[in-house]
């Protein structure tokens, strides 16, 4: 459900389907079943997701 809201959703959705703890901390899982311009822009915006990726990209 999240990558269908995190790559497809509207404003509306995200808001009313996405935990942000829980995103936090499904992001190193989440990351890699995005593409690479969705993670780009969710790393971008949030900089807590990118946070210690760099270490394992």
Same mark, same amino acid.
């Given at each position: 459900m999240?990558? $269908? +809201?995190l790559?497809? /959703?509207q404003r509306e959705d995200i @808001? !009313?389907? @996405?935990? %942000?703890?829980l995103l936090v901390s499904q992001w190193? +899982? $989440?990351r890699k079943l995005v /593409? %690479? +311009?969705i993670r780009d822009v969710w790393e971008s915006a949030f900089? #807590?997701? !990118? #946070?210690g990726q760099a270490s394992s990209a």
């Open positions: 999240y990558h $269908i +809201v790559t497809d /959703g @808001i !009313a389907y @996405i935990n %942000r703890q190193p +899982v $989440i /593409g %690479r +311009v900089p #807590e997701l !990118a #946070e």
